[in-house]
């Protein structure tokens, strides 16, 4: 077994803390990856929290890793020792059920595991995160990093990045399309890098009125500021997909009135409780309200493609472990541009 430290929680109310485990050797399938940065998600702090009710503690969280690849095993054939490599929110699935066989691993009802806070296979075993200086997993569950993009503002790709890409393409956004994000934050901002280099037009929706210039910057064609009414009249019925972000309660009927007939709203924060979805803007417009989960390996490989391409990273703030629980508290105030990176070589 390899020992390996890392920070974690030990309930829902305690602070991040030094903390040690081990991880498994690496099996003839396996990489092992020395953790350069990892990215603090929302999700991370719903699951510190327990937001959702189902966080197993010691809990170390993160999963927007990139690392160097340190060890591989005897049959690994896509990364090499010395490569950067990214991992997600996943690692590992069934590999076999129709979701996996599609390369929508994010999907697999028998086996998902999840990169910290879920089950491996053998059911005992619980996964725990990139807030660590190590990890070893199957080579499928690790993407090749583009060597042109700071590896730092890489890491939140491997969430924030592929949760906001996979909707956009799966719906087909592009040009000729008016195209509505809704929140600011970490996934937010990449939303609107994608949106706007998939050719669409962008309308940026925040209840943060201090982002207005930033989500210019970011790319989007106009912002809205939620918060006041007569700007959200002016988009009533012009929008054709809207990328809803927002970690916390808020009122989607709202967005669903600014869809054009046929539009899509698609969910991807998590908030913890349920919201409530009217019908009346659904049946008027033939609207629908759907979901979407991170991503699959062949897509974040494809997304992590696209931002080598047309040089797209999240823009960060760099933190050393020691500050992870200050992180914390700002990102739940939204006080943060627009995702905290925690340098692992804090740790060492
Ligand atoms: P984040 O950086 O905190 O951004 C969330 C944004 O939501 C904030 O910046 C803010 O934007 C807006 N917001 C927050 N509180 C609000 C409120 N009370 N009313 C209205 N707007 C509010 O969080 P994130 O990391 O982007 O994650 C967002 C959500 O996605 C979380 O719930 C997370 O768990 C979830 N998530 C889901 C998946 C998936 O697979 N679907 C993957 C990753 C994360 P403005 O200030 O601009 O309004
Ligand atoms: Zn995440």
Redesign the pocket.
Known sequence: MIPVRAYAVQDARSPLAPFQFERREPGPRDVQLEILFCG????D??MIRNDWGFSPYPLVPGHEIVGRVVRVGSEVKKLQVGDLAGVG?MVDSCRTCRNCQDGLE?YCRVSNVMTYGGREKDGRTVTQGGYSEAIVVDEHFALKVPSNLDPAAVAPLL??GI?TYSPLRHWEVGPGQRVGV????????LGVKFARALGAHVV?????ER?TQD?LRLGAHEVVV?TRPEEMAAQADRMDFILD??????DVNAYLELLKRDGHLV?????AKPLRVSAMPLLSRRASFS????GGLPETQEMLDFCGEHGIVSDIERIRIQDVNTALER??K?D?K??FVIDLQSLR
């Open positions: 603090v998600c929302h999700t702090l719903h929110t994010q969430c924030a949760t809704v929140g600011l934050g970490g996934l937010g901002h940026a929706f925040t209840h943060s982002k989500a939620s972000t927002v970690s916390a309660d808020h969910l991807v924060g998590f908030p979901g979407s989960g991170a990102l739940e939204g943060v627009y995702r």
